[in-house]
């Protein structure tokens, strides 16, 4: 401060050393008033549609904040930016997961990614997250919540991200190497699904991707082999829907496995349950997609 006042007290006195001649520059001689006003500060918000090298963080601090360009090498992508309104965005803190305000955000993230990607990402290798602003940015403003897209190398035995080039925007509006197809499911000794290699339809499989189940809110994640009723049904109706065959038949055609995301993502606001069909002799080598009966017969063993 001391040495800016010296600078403006040396000007003032070369000014007095000019008499009456014109201050330079066109100055009216008054140097208070001659400077650029500061603007208002402006809160960060990340953009939509950007990638990013890092993987996906529920809190997005301004200093890791590093988009890439999508051609580029990234493991994340966001396909939606949106904001905390009413209570929400009066809060101390940004929502938290399992609240009713962050649950509506999932929501939000969860339409526009299907917008984004040309269908429910539940329906590819894909996985959905919802991140939120530091706790300085928070406190300084930011009321936004991203939403983020990752491709994994499979979403059946906890698969890994993918480093990968180009977007996903529209990826999914026709068949591709992203969609959830058919699989050669193998079993424990205890009679568990133990893994799901995905492989070609027209090679010999025992199981296949029928759809999404959409389960309640209310419904609570399965604990206990009693609360998979619920979620077997679902997914009985989404399989005979695919295969078209009658709902009142399809537990005499088919096995069926349903696949919530993890207890974390359930407690987000993610409801989407995958559903499988399987037969542990199936030696299908098509897609049983609008088969109907004839495809996929009554099971009198």
Known sequence: ?????????????????????????????????????VGEPKIFSPKAET???????????????????????HRLETVHVGAFTGAAANAAAPPARGSAEFAKAYSECDGKAREFLGADWRTGRLWLGVATPSPNGW???ARWFRCD????????????VVTRTG?????????????LGCYAATLTRTGNIDRMPALDCGKRHNSEFTGVWRAPAGLKYPSAERDWAAFYDGCYRATARYVEVPQNSIRFRT???ALPGGPEDWQAGNRGVRCYLWISDGKFTRSLRDAGPGGLPMRTG
């Open 1 to 37: 401060m001391r040495r800016w006042m010296t600078v403006l007290a040396l000007a003032g006195a070369v000014g007095l050393g000019l008499g009456g001649c014109a201050a330079p520059g066109g100055s009216d001689g008054d140097l208070t008033d001659d400077w650029a006003r």
């Open 51 to 73: 990638c990013h090298a890092a993987d996906f963080s529920e809190t997005v601090y301004l200093s890791s904040y590093l988009p890439v360009d999508c051609p580029i090498s």
């Open 139 to 141: 406190t300084g403003g």
């Open 149 to 160: 897209v990752t491709e994994l190398s499979n979403v059946e035995d906890n698969g890994d």
């Open 167 to 179: 977007t996903l925007k529209g990826t999914l509006r026709a068949p591709g190497p992203l969609h």
């Open 255 to 257: 096995g069926i496995m």
